[in-house]
């Protein structure tokens, strides 16, 4: 028997009488001799049948065998194989560079594999390279039959100068295609990346990305070998086959696809052969994977998160286990698991593998927070330099945030419920609606939370009612009678078809009878979306760079803003689209509108042109601009004065700790992200089709709702640390609390001496901001805290009895706006005046121009305050006074100087005397006028001011009254010797 095609043959006859036919074209056979291939041949144990030909076969003769395919051929006991002429590259199919490589990540899969082949057949002159160690999978006995086609090289034998594209399949990260990253991330190297898994920081930038939604990434590349009329064999069939029943758990997987099966369907027609794909795939356990599968089930434990159950499971072993993915799959199909992670610790690393049958888990986004990879189905990552105990307690952390929720009423609810008594009348209703800020009551026998429930009433039947002057109505007579409620174990989908299918403002929730507590929309909304809304397919992968949550709260918009602000938010999402542009109301606005806050100050940010939008939006309301094109900002102000800032999407980064930032055009993420705080990161969308969208990045609506401050990332302070008086100043007006994490990066901050490299014109903002604040002294007293005060001058510490005279301020600022009829006064100043009081004059000077003060005000803040001081004690010693001779001591201090008297005054009867000539002499001022002097034949002169001052003294002291009295006062002044008045007593 001969045949060019086989070289080498080794004939066995077995009790079934086949021939056995052993060829040296078997790639892994190159390099052995015919007694080492023989041997290995022997060796196999699990055989399959792809045809079963006769018991005899004449290879020149056999029509199939003289098929310009190749011929491989199983039976029980033997193989027959062939392997074909090589074929010159199509060039009309794909006109591929001479130097080509293509790869796959480091311990290939089969859909590794199988892409690989896939990516040969697009790019024939391709030669392929496998990264790192062979997978078990490249040891398989199939496998290895069909390697001739892949036309391997060696890394040792590439040269790097030589290659001008690397294609990479099942794959998008550097780190995970071994010594190939460095050549991939070079420029000239042309870049091509198919790939089903989501994207993550740290992917390559692709010339060409082939990606999307698919279970395996040969059904990414099914399409294209179908668009090239690229014709398979039936053993690459097979092979590809194999590659999406692995990667799809069967195609049973929770990431399955339709298109899964379409490519599926297009490989069987072209002769993969399916048992062949069950026999791989169902390999039997080797006696080591029989004893740590055994090692897995005897230390495994469940824990429940968010009513949903996950396996943990853990192995340890000195050496490396190759394939722990298998054991994985067989875990789960043996215990019928629905989430399994496996912690195994080899080789002085631990390897964390998981799996999941459920559509909203991201098994990937966890496996990235470890500089893993994977999809939402299934993931893996190598830790190195943490035990697995470690390792084990932060995955717990992260299952919090990505199991999905299976919430039940009593860990929704809000407590206590708020109740009224049925024959309270509607004014009392809306007080009380109004004093515990919610839109819904209770309404009970007795009107408490231990009486029955007998009806609902809400805000908006309440005011509807005072709007037709219903004051005294009831609100038994109006109540909702007809209504919901559920117990605290109900579920959410049962408490969304009250809340939601029901048009239910609020849901009572009962436990035997009695009132345990109430669910409003509020309490529901951040839970609705994660059960109703589309799963997200992409994700990023750190906790902070998750793709955003996102609700629709068009209603809640309409609820909460006034119709001319919703008429304005609905045209510049119409102009938006108009330019082609994404528009987004941001920052303060949205945080306010989900705290119930008043906030009308709009903040548009545009992903695109901004001033392009901004001339587009103002020519359509006649309205005026002012354009920064530096900036990429501009501010429009409409015909009643309103007005709208305008900003392109931006990214920002410092050059130094506490440098203003250098900006550039970005995406709205990138413009959040470079915010303080998450509550400041909230953004709505105002495009028409996503018209009221809320898009949140990184979980401010959470931390609204938890009433706490987080930053955004670890070095936010060390970039700006300007946003620790911010910290300091919202968690004060917004009753919040900075998080644990928070409060420790401004304390490192501040001792890493960051202030130092701040300029006193950015502090001074902020610190105005702070005293601006209605009641200032808790932000002053955090800054105390921090240390902060002291930081700009040790002279400024914060002690008790600065803390005293700044409560006395804000005691004093309330009582002048009562007395006093001008408001005009600089609430910060006083305040400030208080903060460096305890500074000698020298010490106040160097602060004030620290801080870069105006010279008016450093001179009121040091010498006039100086001078208040005095001033105080003199007063102290002289009351009680004539009106004209306090007068005479006071009107030479400004608005602010006297606040701060009245405030550092210690003395009652000092603090009253200030009091007095602010609300009653400030602007006593004589009604005769010079002309009047010179009707009454008095020349003009220097006397004529002293002859008004003397009026003026008179008129203070109680003596005149009208202008009669004081013609009549003066007349007798010009013909008597004068009287010594109040002024002249003085001196």
Not at 413 to 429: D, G, L, V
Not at 502 to 521: F, S
Not at 587 to 600: A, M, P, W
Request: proline content about 4%.
């Amino acid at each position: 028997m001969s045949s060019p095609e086989v070289s080498l043959i080794k004939s066995v006859y077995h009790s079934s009488g086949i021939e056995t036919i052993i060829p040296d074209s078997l790639l892994y056979g190159r390099s052995k001799t015919k007694k080492q291939l023989t041997s290995d041949f022997l060796k196999i144990k699990y055989i399959t049948s792809i045809r079963r030909p006769a018991n005899r076969i004449d290879l020149q003769n056999h029509q199939e065998w003289n098929n310009s395919g190749s011929y491989l051929l199983f039976t029980e006991s033997s193989m027959f194989f062939r392997r074909p002429p090589l074929q010159q590259p199509d060039k009309t199919i794909n006109e591929a560079l001479t130097h080509t490589l293509i790869t796959t990540h480091k311990n290939a899969d089969l859909d590794g594999i199988a892409s690989m082949l896939a990516a040969k057949k697009l790019y024939p002159e391709g030669r392929i390279v496998l990264p790192g160690s062979d997978s078990p999978q490249i040891r398989h006995f199939f496998v290895q039959s069909l390697l001739y086609l892949f036309d391997l090289i060696p890394f040792r034998e590439i040269r790097p100068e030589e290659v001008q594209r690397i294609v990479i399949v099942d794959t998008r990260q550097a780190e995970r295609i071994g010594e190939l990253a460095t050549m991939a991330r070079e420029e000239r190297i042309e870049l091509h990346i198919y790939d089903h898994h989501p994207a993550a920081p740290g992917d390559l930038e692709a010339d060409k990305l082939v990606s999307g939604e698919a279970g395996a990434t040969v059904t990414l590349m099914v399409p294209l070998l179908q668009e090239h009329n690229i014709r398979l064999t039936p053993e690459e069939a097979t092979l590809l086959a194999m590659g999406i029943f692995e990667d799809t758990s069967h195609l049973t997987g929770s990431g399955t696809t339709a298109e899964d099966f379409e490519a599926l369907a297009w490989l069987v027609k072209q002769g993969a052969h399916l048992p062949t794909v069950g026999d791989v795939l169902a390999r039997e356990l080797d006696p080591l994977q029989l004893r740590l599968l055994n090692e897995m089930l005897d230390n495994t434990s469940e824990i429940t998160i968010h009513g949903t159950p996950v396996t943990l499971t853990r192995l340890s072993s000195e050496a490396y286990v190759p394939d722990l993915a298998f054991l994985v799959h067989r875990f789960m199909r043996m215990e019928k698991v629905t989430i399994l992670f496996l912690l195994a610790r080899m080789d002085g690393k631990v390897h964390l593998i998981g799996r999941s049958r459920l559509t909203d888990m991201d098994i990937g986004a966890i496996m990235r927070h470890f500089e893993g990879g994977g999809h939402s189905a299934a993931g893996a990552a190598t830790i190195r330099h943490q035990t697995l105990a470690q390792v084990e307690s932060q995955l717990i952390g992260l299952l919090d945030t990505f199991t999905p929720r299976r919430f039940r009423a009593k860990e929704i609810m809000s407590t206590p419920a708020h109740t009224i008594h049925p024959e309270a009348t509607f004014r009392m209703a809306s007080q009380t609606m109004t004093r515990y800020n919610v839109n819904a009551l209770l309404v009970t026998e007795k009107g408490d939370s231990e009486s029955p429930l007998t009806g609902l009433i809400t805000r908006q039947i309440v005011e509807q009612g005072l709007s037709h002057a219903m004051d005294t109505t009831l609100v038994e007579d109006y109540m909702i009678s007809d209504f919901s409620t559920v117990d605290s174990d109900a579920s959410l989908n049962r408490i969304q078809d009250a809340i939601v299918g029901g048009k239910q403002r609020i849901l009572p929730v009962l436990d035997k009878g009695i009132i345990a507590g109430v669910i409003t929309r509020t309490d529901l909304l951040q839970l609705m979306v994660q059960e109703q809304e589309e799963i997200i397919s992409e994700r990023e992968g750190s906790l902070a760079e998750k793709l955003p949550k996102t609700r629709n709260i068009t209603s809640l918009m309409k609820e909460r803003l006034p119709e001319k602000i919703l008429d304005l938010l609905s045209t510049i999402g119409k102009s938006g689209d108009e330019t082609g542009c994404n528009v987004f109301v941001v920052g303060g606005f949205v945080r306010d509108l989900l705290l119930y806050r008043k906030n009308e100050d709009i903040d548009i940010v545009v992903e695109g042109d901004g001033i392009h939008f901004a001339k587009n939006f103002a020519a359509s309301k006649d309205a005026r601009i002012h354009a920064y094109s530096k900036f990429g900002t501009a501010v429009i102000t409409l015909e009643d004065d309103f007005k709208v800032d305008v900003a392109t999407a931006r990214t920002e980064y410092y050059t130094s700790p506490a440098a203003l930032p250098e900006v550039e055009k970005s995406s709205l993420k990138s413009d959040l992200y470079r915010r303080d705080f998450t509550i400041n990161t909230l953004a709505i969308q105002l495009n028409e089709k996503h018209y009221g969208t809320l898009i949140d990045h990184f979980s401010g609506q959470k931390d609204i709702k938890d009433k706490t401050l987080r930053i955004i990332h670890n070095l936010s302070f060390v970039e700006d640390p300007t946003r620790i008086f911010r910290a300091v100043r919202f968690e004060s007006r917004f009753g919040f609390s900075i998080g644990k994490l928070t409060v420790r990066l401004i304390e490192n901050a501040i001792r890493m001496g960051v202030f130092k490299r701040l300029s006193g014109a950015r502090a001074m903002g902020e610190i105005i901001s702070i005293l601006e604040e209605n009641d200032p002294v808790p932000s002053i007293k955090r800054l105390g805290e921090f240390r902060l005060l002291a930081t700009l001058h040790p002279s400024m510490a914060l002690t008790e009895k600065t803390t005293a005279l700044l409560m006395e301020t804000r005691k004093a600022l309330d009582g002048y706006e009562l007395l006093a009829e001008d408001l005009r006064c600089q609430r910060w100043l006083v305040y400030f005046m208080v903060l460096i009081s305890p500074c000698n004059t020298a010490e106040a000077k160097k602060v004030c121009r620290l801080l870069r003060l105006a010279g008016w005000q450093e001179e009121l803040c040091v010498k006039e305050r100086e001078q208040a001081d005095l001033c105080i004690k003199r007063l102290t010693r002289e009351l009680p006074l004539d009106n004209s001779i306090l007068y005479n001591r006071l009107h030479v201090f400004k608005t602010e100087v006297l606040v701060y008297m009245m405030a550092a005054a210690e003395r009652k009867q000092v603090k009253k005397a200030i009091a007095h000539y602010l609300s009653k002499l400030r602007f006593v001022t004589p009604l005769i006028q010079g002309r009047d002097l010179k009707e009454m034949g008095l020349p003009p002169s220097p006397r004529y001011r002293k002859i008004l001052m003397q009026v003026q003294d008179a008129r203070l002291n109680g003596m005149l009254h009208s202008k009669e009295d004081e013609m009549a006062f003066v007349a007798g002044i010009l013909k008597n010797t004068p009287k010594e008045n109040g002024r002249e007593q003085k001196k």
